[in-house]
């Protein structure tokens, strides 16, 4: 039975260590610019509340 070295996949699964790096890149940057949307939707006040109104958001 042969044994194959800690770490290393089969050929051809997953493409590319660049392809996957590249993949892992975009998903991180989308992800991030998802939560800092969410932030900056956080941070603004609705058109719902009324100007002057204190919303203990500082």
Avoid: F, V
């Avoid at 051809?12 to 998802?34: H, S």
């Avoid at 009324?50 to 203990?56: A, I, S």
């Amino acid at each position: 039975m042969e044994q194959k070295p800690p770490g290393r996949t089969a050929p051809g699964k997953g493409g590319t260590r660049e392809e996957r790096l590249k993949a892992a890149l975009k998903a991180n940057m989308a992800r991030r610019k998802a939560q800092a949307r969410a932030r900056a939707a956080k941070e603004t006040p609705s058109a719902d509340d009324p100007p002057g109104r204190d919303t203990g958001k500082e």
